[in-house]
């Protein structure tokens, strides 16, 4: 891992909504933290050991403290179970970064920011920051219920209230936001980014796919696991520096075969939805099997997440 490393105190834990905390990380001595942007996520090491990555909701002018929202997914690998059951005030972490893979666009006249639960949280950095610029937005916040709607209270006492629509479905998709009808006539100058869980994340990607690719941002938090990737074969990969060809077993990834070899790349989630691992494809058919890269860019080729992206080709060459 790499970028800035920083030890923070868990300053303030607090129960945002049903399963939802948000945690306040401030420097123990008082200092300002690193600058970020809007979208932007740190990647925090926790207790058990684990590094996961979450997304920043307070303000970027607010530099001297990062707040981050969690939800709790006892579906999941320990993650976020762990950051509820044994993160508490006053203890350090360490944490990597910020960086942000979805900012918001510098050249757009409106911008349409989609939320689907716990994925509300890097728009919380992004609406501060529109609302603090004065700029035309309107985000739409879909969850289940008002008590598992994080935030409420910071939306509701902010100057952009009216600019957030709540959608409750109650459970049934059919009863909340009709994302096809909103996105059905393309707006000129208008950007629009979501993130939210994986059939949130389906049902934009479809109504969005008659928009220019250009004013699409997405960002996923968890891997969408209802996409089946077919067999995984064995293949090569030649290191363009040195002319090595390296052979990846149906059982391992790129990385592991690099690491093995003494090459180093680096990674941070390990199950492609962060893009730290982003490497250049010079030559072959990657088989990508990621979620940071939209279609275009997959079709473009021209990089590879190295963690979870395969071969369709007998070789890749990569700019290593
Ligand atoms: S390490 Fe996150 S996408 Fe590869």
């Known amino acids: 891992m790499s970028g800035a490393v920083l030890t923070l105190k868990v300053n303030r834990v607090i129960d945002e909504a049903i399963d939802i905390r948000s945690y306040e990380l401030v420097d123990p001595e008082g200092r300002l933290l690193p600058m970020f942007t809007a979208g932007a996520h740190v990647d925090i090491e926790l207790p058990n050991g684990l590094v996961r990555q979450y997304s920043i909701s307070s303000d970027p002018r607010d530099v001297d403290r990062y707040v981050v929202g969690v939800l709790r997914e006892p579906e999941s690998r320990g993650g976020s179970t762990c950051m509820h059951d044994r993160v508490r005030p006053g203890d350090h972490l360490t944490i990597h970064g910020p960086r942000n893979n979805f900012p918001l666009a510098a050249d757009a006249r409106h911008h349409i920011l989609l939320a689907g639960g716990i994925g509300v949280t890097p728009m919380m950095a992004m609406v501060r920051d529109l609302g603090a610029r004065g700029a035309s937005f309107e985000m739409h916040y879909c969850t289940r219920s008002p008590e598992r709607t994080a935030f409420r209270t910071d939306i509701a006492q902010s100057d952009f209230a009216d600019r957030v629509i709540f959608h409750h479905d109650n459970g049934n998709p059919a009863d909340g936001l009709d994302i096809a009808g909103l996105l059905r006539e393309v707006r000129p100058d208008t950007h629009v980014y979501y993130c939210g869980p994986a059939?949130?994340?389906?049902?934009?990607?479809?109504?969005?796919?008659?928009?220019?690719?250009?004013?699409?941002?997405?960002?996923?938090?968890?891997?969408?696991?209802?996409?089946?990737?077919?067999?995984?074969?064995?293949?090569?990969?030649?290191?363009?520096?040195?002319g090595a060809v390296l052979d990846v077993p149906e059982d391992r990834t790129i990385v592991e075969v690099l690491r093995a070899n003494g090459l180093e790349v680096e990674t941070m989630c390990e199950e492609g939805i962060c893009g730290t691992c982003a490497t250049v494809l010079l030559d072959g058919e990657p088989d990508h099997?990621?979620?940071?890269?939209?279609?275009?860019?997959?079709?473009?080729?021209?990089?590879?997440?190295?963690?979870?992206?395969?071969?369709?080709?007998?070789?890749?060459?990569l700019d290593l």
């Open 199 to 242: 059939g949130f994340m389906q049902a934009c990607e479809a109504a969005l796919a008659h928009w220019p690719r250009h004013t699409v941002h997405f960002e996923y938090f968890s891997v969408d696991e209802s996409v089946e990737h077919g067999e995984s074969a064995a293949f090569k990969v030649k290191i363009a520096s040195t």
């Open 289 to 317: 099997r990621d979620f940071v890269l939209d279609d275009e860019e997959k079709a473009r080729g021209e990089f590879i997440m190295v963690c979870c992206s395969r071969a369709r080709s007998p070789m890749l060459t």
